[in-house]
């Protein structure tokens, strides 16, 4: 069996960092002849004036290189996932510009830091008189979409998880009738627990024992459905791994 082991985020920046800022990637976006990723606006500037990719020197078109680099939201996803407060943070960067540029159609955004703001939506064609106004850009673009409706979590965000004791066999849930457990067994089934996403399955399963007064000869377990969890397993990695809906 494949032993897991744990790595720190800092070993894995050289996947999740723009090579042309030194930052987290925003809006990745991936050259599609060597797959090489940056932020969109780094590429865009960096492709204004040349043709070759920077961390490889593959060429990347001829005339028109931006019509070989691609949006990579899955690759976006992750870096939001790993990087705790990224997407809160690029967030709220988005709903100051925007606040501070209320007109930003036909403006050019200025350059920031190695986190800042994407390169701003085209500006919408014109439309006739009659039509409804056009959005500057979608919800994400403008900072609207909060962590919950992205679905990512933080590390301080309190989670609402249901607990339910697990009976293995019906023989066995007799036999706990049997011993005088009768009152235990006409408990709801169903019970549910406030807590941070940060907290581990370890210190859960700690604070089962002592809430129900399990003895110590007793080992408590923590199952998601059928499958035992990691001790450090954290509530926000079981939301990640398995298929999970707020």
């Known amino acids: 069996m494949h032993r897991t082991t744990r790595i720190k985020i800092t070993e894995l920046n050289p996947h999740l960092m723009c090579a042309l800022c030194g930052g987290y990637f925003i809006d990745a976006t991936t050259i599609v002849e060597c797959l090489h990723s940056f932020c969109k606006t780094c590429i865009v500037r960096y492709l204004e004036t040349n043709k070759y990719?920077?961390?490889?020197?593959?060429?990347?078109?001829?005339?028109?290189?931006?019509?070989?680099?691609?949006?990579?939201?899955?690759?976006?996803?992750?870096?939001?996932?790993?990087?705790?407060?990224?997407?809160?943070?690029?967030?709220?960067?988005?709903?100051?510009?925007?606040?501070?540029?209320?007109?930003?159609?036909?403006?050019?955004?200025?350059?920031?830091?190695?986190?800042?703001?994407?390169?701003?939506?085209?500006?919408?064609?014109?439309l006739p008189p009659s039509a409804p106004a056009v959005p500057n850009g979608s919800n994400e673009d403008r900072g609207e979409v909060s962590e919950q409706d992205k679905g990512n979590l933080t590390d301080d965000e309190i989670v609402s998880l249901s607990i339910e004791f697990y009976e293995g066999s019906r023989e066995e849930k007799k036999g706990t009738v049997e011993n005088g457990d009768l009152e235990k067994e006409k408990r709801s089934g169903v019970r549910f627990l406030r807590c941070p996403a940060a907290m581990t399955v370890m210190h859960l399963a700690k604070f089962l024992r002592n809430k129900m007064d399990v003895p110590s000869k007793y080992k408590v377990e923590v199952l998601y459905e059928d499958e035992p969890l990691k001790e450090y397993y954290t509530l926000m990695d079981i939301a990640y791994i398995y298929p999970w809906r707020r």
């Open 53 to 126: 990719c920077p961390m490889c020197d593959v060429q990347v078109h001829k005339t028109r290189p931006l019509l070989s680099i691609r949006s990579d939201k899955t690759l976006q996803d992750i870096v939001y996932k790993l990087v705790p407060g990224l997407f809160k943070d690029e967030m709220k960067r988005r709903r100051d510009f925007y606040a501070a540029y209320p007109i930003a159609e036909g403006e050019h955004q200025p350059r920031g830091p190695p986190l800042a703001l994407a390169v701003p939506p085209p500006t919408p064609q014109p």
